[in-house]
């Protein structure tokens, strides 16, 4: 079982000054100011400029399952990109630097962005304990601290998630997912949101809509309340309407071999 440190040491900004750093996508060392992805690398990553207009198929394809204003994924999860291997890092190795660095990636647009100006507050997905123990750190709260702190907007940890499942990437089927999620996330008992406040609601992937929809679910004490979401990454599937064909699979490691 590995123990993170404190998490007040994670929450360090970039610096300014260049120092060494190791890539995690090509692996190269570069001079950088505290992102761990090199210009070519973050130059690869297939970005979804959701930041500039809504996806009108993601938003059709998750209206089926949860009602959300916007969606601002990063990047489409495609398999031939580096968004996999980096995903799985952030997630299952340790590399919380680097959903840190996402999070500040998309805050970065986010802040510029028309769609998301009048956002009020970040909420993060929540981790079962025993799934924090384990990993260290709960990775959807680093990408939502990075959003947060470069858009200048309170995080809302009002989520908690009381009953342990087993990771989406692992269940296959849309309804198994919804099933897996069900009733597993709830209200922390100090939570506090303002009336009609637009709320952003931060995870790693977004795919078939199951976690946001126990997410909403949970919410639903607070009135008036207006969700978007933002991701790392998002299923090409739910833009395309292929559902499945492309969720993430992280059973192999091989495939997340450099």
Sequence with gaps: MRIGPPFVQYYKPPSGR???CVCSGCGQLFMGSGIPLCAACQNALPYTHFWDFDCDSALQNLSAVVYVEHVFSLCYYTRSSLIPRLIHAFKYQGHWDLALAFGDMLGMRLRDSPLAHDIDGIIPVPLHWRKAM????????FIAKGIARQMGLPLWRVLRRHKFTKTQ???ASHYERQFNVHSAISLRHDACIPAGAHVLLVDDMVTTGATLMACTDA???????RPSVASVGIARSLITGERYLDLPSFENDKFFAP
């Design 169 to 171: 990437t692992l269940v």
């Design 134 to 141: 384990i990993r260290g750190y709960n990775q959807s709260d």
């Design 18 to 20: 260049l120092r060494p």
């Design 219 to 225: 919410l639903r004490p607070f009135s008036d309340l």
